[in-house]
Every structure is written in C-alpha cells, then in structure tokens.
C-alpha cells in the first residue's frame, strides 16, 4: 500500500455550487508526474480517500475537480487555500493520446466529466500539429453547472471546435438544448480517421459510444473511462472489477471494443 | 452534412428532394413557427441554430430542444393533422434548404418508393435519433445525487 | 541417494518435536494445524503434541466433524476453516498513521493548523514458520504472492512476512469428500505444479515400519533446519511409500471439477440461468470468502481519536457478498445476490486468469465445507456446463 504524501491547496476555484478545483503543489517530494486520464487516491486528513481524475499537470502541481458528495469529496472540496491534502497515484490508464496522433479528435463529456478529460484538450491545444481537428463536445445538467466555463472561449480561439449544450436552460441561456449526442452532427471530423474520448455517466457513454460506431468510428478508437469503486488504487482491495478488468489497474480508460460486451452484462 | 438528413437518402430520392428546395436566410431571432400552426414547410439547416420551443405563461418561451445543421426541422407537416407541436425560433442566422409540404406529400402519394424512403428518413434519422436523445435527458444523468463518475469526485461509500 | 545428502531425510515424531523447536530457536513463531473448539484450525505451536494426532475430519457439503484416527496421524486430515491467509493477509491490519503537526501557537497560520504528516507503519514483519501446508494451500500462497505483490505496486507489509516465512509443507495422503485439488492441478503431492517454492516438503507414512515422515529440502535454510533434526537417511521403502500414498490420495478425491476450460465456461456463462438457482439458496454470508485461502478483498477505513489530530487507515478483510463492496453514489452495482454469487465464482474460475494470470481456485474445499447452506461450486460449475451443452444443442 502506497501512502499519501502531503500536497498543499495553492487555489481553491469554485466551478459550479457544488463543485471546486483545487491546484495542489507537493509539500514534500513529489510524485511520479500524472498522464491525462490517470486518477489519483486523493486523501482527506481523518475522512477517508477517493478517486479523483488528475484535470491539469503542470509540472509538480496537480489540478483536480471534486464535487461534494459523500464525506470525503465535502471535506475535499471545502479544503481551503494553504489546506493540505494526502494523494496517492498515479494510478490507471491514462487517455493515451500518443495513439490519436495525425487523426481528428473528439473529446466528449456529460456532467462533471470533462474534469478528466481537460487535460486531453490542454494537451492537444499545445500541440496543434500532432492531431486533425479538435472538437469539444459538452453536454451539461444546467448551465450553472458547465465546468472551466472561462477557459472555453479560449480554447476556441486556439483552434477547438467547442459545442456546448443543457438538458435544462435557463433565463440567461442562449446557447444549445439538447443531449450531448446531438452536438456531433456539428462537428468537424472525419469518422474513419478519427479518435474520440468520452466520459460522463455510463448510460452516456454507452449512447455516445453507440452513435460513434453508427457513424463509422472503429470501436478501438472510442476510448471511455468508466467507473467502478475503488478503495486501495493499485489493484489490491478487488472492489474496482468488472468482469476481467480492474478498472484502477486496467483502466478507468480503456476502449469501446472492450467495454462494450462487459456493459452489457447487467451488474457485473 | 453528409450524415445529416440527407444522408439519409440514395442520391436519386435526395435529388428528388431537393427539387423542391429553395434555399432561405433568416436573421438571428426569427419566429419560423408557432405551436398549433398548420404545418405547412420544412426545412434541412444548412448553417446555424433554430430552438425548439414551448411556451409557458410564466417563464417564457422554454427551449425543449437545439437543432443545427444538417438537421430536419419540422415533421409535422408529414402525419395528421399537420400542425406544429411546438415552436421555432432561429438562434443566430440560419441558412435553410426551405420546402413546401404540398407538393411534397403529393410527391409521396404518388411515388411509393419515394414516399417510403422519406418516411423513413424522417422516422430514424429525426424523430428516432431525437426520441432517444430526449430518452436520456429524461433519465436526468447529472443529477446531482449521482456524481457521474467516480474518477472525478465521486465516493466510494 | 548417498549418506552425504543433506536434501532428503526420514525424521520420527521426535524429529517434528525437534522441528518445532528449532525453528522457534531461529526467532519464528511456529504456525500450524492444532485441534481446538471442535475443529482442526491453525495456530501458534510450541510443542508437537500440539498437532492433531490421532485425528482426521470427516467433510461434506456444509459439514465438518473431527473423527478420531487408529493409525495416530498427524495430517492425515484436510484443511480447516482457516488458512495460511489469516497470517500474510490478515484480517485487520494497520496501514499508515497520519498526525497533524503541532503548530508554532500561531492560530492565525493556517498552513500549520492544517498540515500533517504520515508515519507509515514500519514495525518489522513477523517472521513465521508454518508447518503443515498442503500443496493446496501452497500454490493458494503463490497466487495471493501474484495478487499482492506481482503487479506494479507490492504490498510492502504482506511482501515482508512472505520473505521471511518459512514453509514446511506437509504431502497430502487423506483428502476430504469436498476434496478437488487434481482438477485444479494443485495437488495431492508438492510437485503437482505448485508455483511457490517451500523450504521442507514432508510426507507422513504410517505403517508396519513406524510412524516417520520422509522429508525433502527446498531451501538451503530447509537443508540446514533438517540437519539440525533428529534424522536418519532416507530409505526407499520410506519414499516408495510415501510416493504410493500421494498417488492414491490423488485417487481419491472427493470432488471433481468438469473436464472443460472453466475460464471459458465462465465467460460463456454470464447469462445463465443457474445463478437464479443459487440464489435462491445461497444466503450472501460471505463464509465462502473468508475461508477461501486466495480471495484477498478489502476495504479501507479511517479511525481517528478525540483530539482528532491522531488518526489511522486500517485495511480489513471484505467480501464480494458485500452489498457496500459495489457501492457507487446512485447506488450499489451488483444488488442481487445472483450477481454476487457468479461475481465470487466467475472470479475465481474464470476472471481471476485475465487478471493475475492463473486460476484463482485451488480445490482446497472449504467453500464447500463451511457454506451454511451447503452450496458447492463443483455442483454449479458441473450445472453452468450442463446447461451450457445443453442451450449449444438446442440451438444447433
């Protein structure tokens, strides 16, 4: 069993009600650097610990999104800047964008699921060359509720195609209503040579992950992270399977060829 | 565009279409119809937004839906009794292929092949594909009991 | 075989006396299989009359009798409720200590109210010496050495007691009626391809000629341990009787397994039906998973004292019966308890090869033994191909 090293709160950003991002810089040695889509265990001083997608490397400093849930994610999330926090990882598979190179890219989320994938959208905005096209697709609960909102206009200006819908508009909205899905007859790639990345809830995933195969992805080529529990992070509680996999050794990432057989099987 | 609603068709039936198509602007804003309307037109977006919607006496017009381009707009006027079930607003300048529904059911009536072929289109590629989107919207996924996902903020217990 | 060989030898009794002795001389504390509250468990020994002479068990289905034995062997008689797991993997076991750092007094320094540092747990690990392990349980041990410790990150705690543990394993000559170890290729004998390498390897023979076990090194501290005993050359009247023994023990086996590729019937069989059929039975105590000498499932939890700035992670031994074992925050994944039973299963003879590269079951027969309700994972796995042969005929 790994344990947590210390990292102190630089900045605590309040995204949406329930949700902050926090920057976390070590505060003793650091830890191996994170790839995008690997997971921390990230620890709260006497509550417990849970998984949490790594959402920005920069350098030593680790970036995560937490939405108040249970007790941990609440103690998480109101750390406060100067606070520390135990993390264990990395942990995972990552995203594997090295695989995508040369190809159009879609980066699609439900929910608080961008947290994960922002790092893929960094990353591919700070190498423009290695890729075709990048499209961000993102569907949310309401527009209160869309993460990193002042960053999406910047990537735009760096070249992403972002589309942004809600399942439930409000006064203010004036953009897209509609599930995340329906965004990706606007979006700019071309299906046979293309590498998307989905995250968000399973019913989601499977929808999207469905569609991008109707529309002439290869299976290979849909990469989803899912989600099972996970208590110890590196293979050895067992609470994280599904069927042959251990999501926190195996995956949360792995591709639509593989998940798509195992999310068929009701509660495997 | 290709795999909008005219993807949908074989080349021949998609011409067939389009020989009843003009090709319309209309401004950001721009009421393109109303609930309880005879369904009279349709459209395939080419370029731009048009918001579906509904209205409610004391919140306004309530935007159930966004369709963009490539996308069918209207399907009432294909079934009884041909009147819109909700409205449509342009979201920013739309550029539309616009049809007129008589000739067009008459088109139907007259080539069954034809007729079949843009049934079907209109079934799986709008009303399906929309039925299944609203489907999940239905199920609510970012409520906020559910976190969506373990790998970012979630809790094992 | 020459007077000089140091790797094989026949001791007595008095040599497994000796035996004890010798390895609690060399600092260890001796583990092995002792009569106690009606049943043969495994616990701390310091002579040898604290082994079950005389003793055998008679086993079934969710049945466990002790039965006295005329021949006064020692292990003539099949595993008990525990395994060597309650000592490597042990049911409750603290894995850090974190303490908040006192502050300089400066309650307007955040950063140092709020820091803390952790004291990983580095008391040093036990060193044992278990006597009597069945190849069974041996090749149980090599799997969890694969579960625990073959991946990327080892656990350091169980990897140290596993380093400095010394095995005698004992051949197997009595199997149970719950017995399976020849269709998981386990056992009888010490050389049934048991992966994990042992220090001494005995073989308990009875007869006319005596009560003595033929001994085999494994280890240059097996070779050195068995010098220091009590012992004669080995005779081949000794080894042939001992070999003859192995060989009908592996004869008589209680249970089969079916004659198929479990890993792909599991695979094969996720939509069975028979998991309904066990449901109904199967009362998701979790028994079958502790007593199991591979499963390794855990759960973590936090305590911490008054002050609060003292507090612990513990981690304990869970089950995949568990309701809480696939809790998400909509709820729990696996809720009905036939997903549990053919997750526990499917696991064991299927899955288990995806993840750790082998099988995760070894025939050892407890889960049969101390289910409540009797449940028999032959009986279902000998069901799931049944009925498998029988959906490929209907459809053919």
């Given amino acids: 069993m790994t344990t947590p090293a ?181 979006a700019a790639f071309t299906p046979s040579d293309t590498t998307a990345f989905v995250c968000g809830p399973e019913v989601m995933i499977r929808a999207t992950a469905r569609d991008l195969v109707d529309r002439g992805l290869d299976a290979d080529r849909v990469r989803v992270s899912l989600e099972r529990t996970m208590h110890c992070g590196v293979g050895h509680c067992g609470h994280c399977q599904l069927g042959p996999l251990l999501l926190c050794r195996d995956g949360p990432v792995v591709t639509w060829a593989e998940a798509r057989s195992l999310l068929r099987v009701r509660e495997l | 565009m290709s795999d909008g609603f005219l993807g949908a068709f074989s080349d021949a039936h998609r011409e067939r279409l389009l020989s009843f198509a003009r090709t319309v602007s209309f401004p950001a804003g721009t009421r393109v119809f109303d609930e309880d309307d005879p369904a009279q037109r349709f459209w395939v977006l080419r370029h731009g937004h048009v918001d579906l919607d509904c209205h409610d006496p004391a919140r306004g017009a309530l935007v159930v839906e966004t369709l963009g381009e490539g996308e069918l707009l209207g399907w009432s006027w294909l079934f009884e009794p041909y009147r819109w079930h909700l409205g449509a607003t342009a979201q920013d300048a739309v550029t539309a292929y616009e049809f007129d529904a008589d000739p067009v059911r008459a088109a139907i009536e007259q080539d069954a092949r034809f007729g079949l072929a843009l049934t079907r289109s209109v079934a799986s590629v709008a009303i399906g594909r929309r039925l299944r989107a609203c489907r999940i919207r239905l199920l609510d996924l970012y409520r906020p009991t559910d976190t969506g996902r373990a790998s970012a903020g979630g809790e094992p217990r | 075989m020459t007077d000089r060989d140091t790797t094989t030898a026949v001791i007595g009794k008095d ?37 079950p002479y005389g003793w055998g068990v008679e086993l079934e289905a969710g049945h466990y009798r002790l039965r006295a034995r005329e021949d006064g062997a020692a292990f003539a008689n099949s595993a008990g409720p525990n395994s060597w797991k ?181 695979r094969d069989s996720l939509g069975a039906e028979r998991w309904n059929d066990v449901a109904a039975r199967c009362l998701t105590c979790g028994n079958c998973t502790m007593v199991c000498p591979t499963c390794f499932c855990t759960s973590a939890e936090d305590v911490t004292d008054l002050t609060g700035d003292h507090t612990e992670r513990w981690r304990r031994w869970e089950s995949c019966f568990d309701l809480e074992f696939t809790h998400l925050p909509g709820g729990t994944v696996r809720s009905s308890s036939s997903s549990r039973y053919r997750q526990w299963c499917t696991h064991k003879l299927g899955t288990w090869h995806d993840q750790f590269g082998s099988s995760g079951c070894v025939g050892c027969g407890r889960c049969v033994v101390w289910c409540p309700v009797g449940i028999d994972i032959t009986e279902e796995a000998h069901a799931l191909a049944d009925e498998r042969a029988a959906g490929e005929g209907g459809t053919s």
């Fill in chain 1, 6 to 186: 210390p990292y102190r709160v630089v900045t605590r950003t309040v995204e949406a009600p329930d949700v902050a991002t926090l920057v976390l810089e070590p505060a003793g040695d650091p830890l191996p650097p994170f790839s995008p889509g690997q997971f921390a265990m990230l620890y709260a001083f006497g509550v417990g610990d849970i998984p949490v997608s790594v959402c920005a490397v920069d350098g030593h400093r680790l970036t995560h999104t937490i939405r108040a849930v249970g007790a941990v994610s609440s103690a998480l999330h109101g750390s406060r800047t100067g606070g520390t926090v135990g993390v264990r990882g990395p942990f995972g598979t990552g995203w594997g964008l090295d695989h995508a190179a040369g190809r159009d890219l879609l980066v699609i989320a439900g929910g608080i699921g961008l947290a994960p994938l922002r790092p893929v959208v960094l990353a591919a905005l700070a190498a423009p060359e290695r890729h075709g096209r990048l499209n961000v697709l993102v569907g949310a609960r309401v527009p209160g509720d869309l993460l990193y909102a002042s960053e999406t206009d910047a990537w735009r200006e760096r070249g992403a195609r972002v589309l942004v819908t809600v399942d439930r508009p409000d006064a203010r909205w004036n953009g897209d209503v509609g599930v995340v899905t329906t965004l990706l007859g606007r």
């Fill in chain 3, 15 to 51: 040599g497994v006396d000796a035996l004890i002795s010798v390895l609690a001389g060399r600092g260890r504390t001796v583990v092995g299989p002792t009569v106690r509250d009606g049943a043969i468990v495994l616990a701390e020994l310091t002579r040898g009359d604290e082994l």
């Fill in chain 3, 86 to 266: 309650t000592f490597l993997h042990p049911q409750r076991e603290r894995q850090w200590t974190a303490e908040r750092r006192t502050g300089s007094g400066d309650d307007t320094d955040t950063d140092s109210r709020e820091a803390w540092v952790v004291v990983p747990d580095e008391t040093p690990s036990r060193s044992y010496a278990f006597l009597g392990v069945r190849p069974c349980d041996l090749r149980a041990i090599a799997i969890q050495d694969r579960v625990l410790t073959g991946g990327p990150y080892a656990d350091r705690a169980y990897r140290g007691r596993r380093e400095r543990a010394f095995l005698v394993v004992v051949e197997c000559t009595e199997p149970g009626a719950t017995c399976f170890c020849v269709s998981m290729g386990a056992g009888p004998g010490v050389d049934g391809g048991s992966d994990a390498s042992y220090d001494l390897a005995l073989t308990e023979v009875v007869d006319a000629a005596g009560h003595r076990f033929h001994v085999r090194a494994g280890s240059a501290e097996g070779a050195a341990v068995l010098a220091e005993l009590p012992h004669r050359p080995a005779d081949d009247t000794t080894a042939a009787a001992a070999r003859e023994r192995v060989a009908a023990a592996a004869g008589r086996m209680g249970r089969t397994m079916p004659e198929v590729d479990l890993r792909a019937l599991m």
